[in-house]
């Protein structure tokens, strides 16, 4: 059994491992690459596999890094189904046709600036059509739902805490004298966030591909702490009488936001101020989380179940059209501006901050990762100037960052998640992170007995069979008196006895059979 990283492997973005059993070949993730040119350049190939030959697609969740190239997958010849949670396959539906639409007016403009220069043009990596043509594919899966794959081969899929509907995918894979577990982390979200679930544990795996984006560091701030930061932004840019940019995902953390500006609202702690979400495609996803309330944490759970709808803001506006959009830099303040694209690298929030990092007045709240070589990364570094469509832009706004909105886990409780296996893995592979993230984060789990490496991108590594049929058969009989009496104590009735008595009737039989030849 073979492993590859054909993505998210030496750098944070493009999501994409297949795993070839030998009878099935199955793709986990398949990202878009963002950040620096030369990574971006590796949408525009060839996949280095062909796509007619992957059985089926397991999506961890439908951010871009991990979704973003299904659509050209589709379209150079994989036919078989792509397994998401309910939630993943309902953000997809809406996030790849925009992703589609946004290749193709990229391209538009690349290709005037060619033909200006007498270059050749280029294609599109999708278009809007080749994405709405995938989303047949899609099938939803439930969570904690076992899946058989193929012969030999299942899943389930796990909430992995990071956003709505994302998950960690447990694929075993059943070989002649034992089975083998191969955990796949997708992203581990942080814990107490609005909204999502705190991450799922793990009790037992032969193999984890474990992100690794915040692998060098522990979040300064934690949720709490961030919320309380943002309400001190809010108020200072009021004061200075500028606006507030915020450019923020579209899943996951546009909504944190309005759920917190809401909350401040309910209080009487918001200044009077208009709150514009100028996306689209986040006016999209929030109706979407609208439609998931199953998925969403006990607080938010608890505020539906009283009738409160926790993105219900009174002075919240939609601009939908690209010109509601532009007249919102005809105000020189008092709005609050939420944009994408959360790294600042497309999308409405590059006009706004053309038209207000030059003034002192306005502020730019960063508040999630930035990627090395997007312009939010710049920002984040102190940039005194940026180039914005061919313009030179002075910094003269604030510049704030919070980490507490992450949504990924940090190296503290990446450790933790790791620690909490029964016994260490075989192989730990660190992705999703850059270098000097992954290099701190194999340093921290060697100290507790995990041995962890750092892929190649493009890498094959073999996965050794796991342990044999009887050795798991043994370790469970180790500690079955004291699960028993435990479960007995838990559900003192008649029933709970008459389920313990059939599964030891079945175990015994078992060992009658010579199962027990070690006894």
Sequence with gaps: MQLTFHGAAECVTGSCFLLDTGKMRILVDCGLFQGSKEIRQRNYGHFPFSPQ????VLLTHAHIDHSGLIPKLVKEGFSGPILGTGCTVDLCHVLLPDSGSIQETEVQRKNRK???????LVEPIYTMDDAYACLNQFRPV???????????VRCRFRDAGHILGSALVEVWVREPGGETKIVFSGDLGNKNKPFVRDPEYVEEADYIVLESTYGDRVHQEDYAGSRERLKEVVWSTYRKGGNLLIPAFAVERTQELLYDLFAFTRAGEMPPMQIWLDSPLATAVTNIFGDHPHCFDDEASGMIACGIDPLGLPQLNHALTVEESKMLNQSPGGNIII????????????????HNLWRPEATVLLVGYQAEGTLGRLLLNGAEKVRLFGEEIVVRADVVSVNGYSAHADQKMLREWVGALRRPPRQVFLVHGEQRAQL???????????AARIPAWQETVRLEPGRKDEERIWQLLS???GRTARYLKANPDPDAYRQVLERLSALDEFLAAGGGRRG
């Design 440 to 450: 701190a984060l194999r340093q921290v789990l060697a100290e507790i007995g995990v």
């Design 479 to 481: 500690g079955l008196h």
């Design 114 to 120: 060619a033909q200006r220069a007498g270059k050749p």
């Design 53 to 56: 030959t992957i059985d089926l």
């Design 339 to 354: 944009a994408g694209s959360g790294m600042c690298d497309a999308g409405r929030i590059r006009h706004h901050l053309k």
């Design 142 to 152: 439930r969570y904690n739902q076992d899946i058989i794959l193929g012969d030999g």
